[in-house]
């Protein structure tokens, strides 16, 4: 099955500076990739996605790029500000039409002003 | 639209006690998505049903865990016995695939249980 590995687990930066967090998959067939955003003691919520038809999807400070022959997908964030930190979660939908995500373990993202 | 609901947002119980989790997805979704998310394994798939019927329930730790989705509004996480090693946060998503095969995935705002 599909396995998402998330890189890396802590990232600390200075306001105004850039953030990446990469994601490597293992399913070739795998086609929707999903970036999460974890506020403490808050949902998860969706930040930006792309699907396997796209190298690249840019949201203003937020772009997400994605690599199929290496497989692997980044999430970059411009301009960090300190309501960027949080928890950020890749995501991998695989299984064909009726598949599920499998989520990497997550990049707490401290912005420090 | 209210978003996905869960209920109770938090509970505390003792160990060998059944406790039931409760959701309800956004309206017209027909994926329901059952997590758990603890600092040690992260955020991990329980189960997900499509159209009620339940679809992959391999990350069902025990059998101590069952899920049921009687209708498209409605789904339980039960867990019976509990222990202490239950205690997390659980999230219920929900997602609506087609026509548009959005794939995106809302979650609910989690029960944070604490089985003592």
């Known amino acids: 099955g599909e396995n998402v590995e998330q890189h890396p687990s802590t990232l600390s930066v200075q306001e105004g500076d850039s953030a990446v967090i990469k994601c490597t998959y293992s399913d070739s067939a795998s086609n929707y990739f999903p970036w999460y955003k974890q506020e403490l003691g808050k949902r998860p919520q969706l930040i930006i996605d792309i699907r396997s038809n796209v190298g690249e999807k840019k949201d203003q400070r937020i772009a997400v790029t994605l690599n199929k022959t290496a497989k692997h997908f980044s999430l970059h964030i411009t301009e960090t500000q300190p309501e960027d930190s949080a928890v950020y979660f890749c995501?991998?939908?695989?299984?064909?039409?009726?598949?599920?995500?499998?989520f990497g373990k997550g990049t707490k993202l401290s912005v420090k002003p | 639209d209210a978003g996905v609901i869960q209920s109770p947002r938090h509970e505390v119980t003792e160990m060998g006690q059944e406790v039931t989790l409760r959701c309800k997805p956004i309206s017209g979704h027909d994926y329901l998505f059952w997590y758990r998310q603890t600092m040690m394994r992260g955020l991990e798939l329980l189960i997900y049903?499509?159209?009620?019927?339940?679809?992959?329930d391999s990350g069902m730790p025990e059998d101590r865990f069952s899920a049921k989705m009687p209708n498209a509004s409605f789904s339980t996480l039960k867990i019976q016995p509990s222990e202490p090693r239950d205690s997390a946060v659980y999230f219920c998503?929900?997602?609506?695939?087609?026509?548009?095969?959005?794939?995106?995935?809302?979650f609910g705002p989690g029960t944070r249980l604490t089985v003592l």
């Open positions: 995501a991998a939908k695989s299984g064909g039409s009726q598949g599920n995500l499998i």
């Open positions: 998503a929900s997602s609506f695939r087609l026509p548009h095969r959005t794939d995106t995935q809302y």
């Open positions: 049903f499509n159209n009620n019927v339940p679809i992959d």
